[in-house]
């Protein structure tokens, strides 16, 4: 038996994606720019996906841009702009575009203050843009957008914010939400990957990203992903039907899980429990190496993630477990368990009888232990 807890890293595609994309794998396979009818199929395909995009978040269709991934429309909703005020604990495809970003703090919660955001906002009269994510991808804290905001609409400031993580687990209203730009992700509720949107409010200046043809409306230039759109339609329209259900069922396997393992000694919760993501618990054990642990438990058939994980090869640890005012050897023992509609309360059992044990059998062997 097998356990997937790593559902902020990427999802299972939904059936309903499967059945939905294939004749754009197969026969339908023309060129939305093309004037005959087998292009003209792609393109009405593509603009069914657009509405659909923009019914979820209410929007307009025409202030979608279908993009490649999450981390495009991060760097395209940044990059014409001189002076951004962003978190400390963003995703790596906003931060690492900013040479000179203003940081805000997250604090111990996970949580940017619009305090802050006020002063800072009083303190740098020449900023133009704000980004803050809607909910954090380690430790899935979610952030108060409505007001940031307000803030920044009351001073014509343009706020972006990265919502990856929340799109198909939070409803979300970009008008509400006082929000000008919105990134999301397919591959995060379901969809493909490599097929991500920005939602640009009309009205707001954003520079084309990628020159050459006049594909989405002569700002994205490149022959569409149309199997990929035409899935992320699907897959967010499901998704955000069946928010509240799902939310009702993740948050009864969230308990018990956070019940079970709060039993163990010397392991602490990151970030706020209440202002966090249903499919989302992250935890920090003393004495542990985070890399360790996921070892174990991939031997016992368990996928989950740790904060001190790192693709570069390099053992820092995550900076947002450092944003929230983490000692080093803290953070570096954290593991981020994360569900989706698919997790199984047999899952649950699997990861709830396996690590205690492994924990304790790391803590017996590590020189970081004397508890
Ligand atoms: C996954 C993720 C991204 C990147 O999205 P991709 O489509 O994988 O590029 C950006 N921000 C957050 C919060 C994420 O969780």
Redesign the pocket.
């Known amino acids: 038996m097998n356990a997937y807890f790593d559902n ?3 999802t299972k595609v939904s059936e309903k994606v499967i059945k939905g994309i294939q004749p754009y794998l197969t026969e339908q396979y023309g060129n939305p720019s093309s004037v005959y009818s087998l292009g003209r199929e792609s393109a009405k395909a593509i603009s069914e996906a657009r509405a659909k995009v923009a019914k979820a978040i209410n929007a307009e269709p025409n202030e979608i841009y279908f993009t490649g ?6 760097n395209w909703a940044l990059h014409s702009h001189q002076k951004i005020i962003t978190s400390e604990f963003e ?1 790596h ?2 931060l690492h575009v900013l040479k000179e970003p203003v940081l805000l703090p997250v604090y111990s919660d996970g949580i940017v203050k619009p305090i802050d955001l006020e002063k800072t906002l009083n303190d740098n009269p020449d900023v133009t843009l704000v980004s803050i ?1 809607h ?3 380690e430790i899935g804290t979610i952030q108060p957008i409505t007001e940031l905001g307000k803030l920044c609409r009351e001073r014509g400031v343009f706020f972006h914010t ?1 919502a ?2 929340s799109v198909g687990n939070v409803p979300i209203d970009v008008k509400a939400m006082n929000v000008d730009l919105l ?1 999301l ?4 509720f379901h969809g493909l ?2 097929a ?1 949107a920005l939602y640009v409010r009309k009205g707001v200046k954003l520079p084309a990203f990628i020159h050459g043809g006049a594909q989405e409306f002569g700002r994205r230039a490149g022959t569409e992903n149309v199997a990929g759109i035409v899935g992320l339609g699907i897959a967010i329209e499901e998704a955000v039907s069946e928010i509240e259900d799902k939310n009702a069922e993740l948050f009864k396997k969230r308990e018990r899980i956070y019940d079970a393992i709060m039993q163990i000694p010397k392991v602490q919760l990151n970030g706020d429990l209440h202002n966090r993501l249903a499919n989302n618990l992250n935890f920090s054990f003393e004495g542990i190496e985070g890399e360790a642990l996921l070892l174990q438990l991939d031997m016992s058939g368990i996928a989950a993630s740790s904060g001190s994980a790192c693709t570069s090869g390099s053992l820092d640890p995550s900076h947002v477990l450092l944003a929230l005012g983490l000692p080093h050897e803290i953070a570096h023992g954290s593991l981020r368990i994360s569900m989706s509609k698919y997790t199984t309360d047999a899952e649950v059992d699997l990861l709830l009888e396996k690590l205690p044990a492994i924990v304790e059998k790391l803590r017996a062997m590590s020189p970081l232990w004397n508890g």
């Open positions: 902020a890293a990427t991934s999450g981390s495009e429309s991060n995703h495809a906003v994510m909910a954090n991808n990265d990856v993580q990134s992700s397919a591959h995060k990957k490599g991500g």
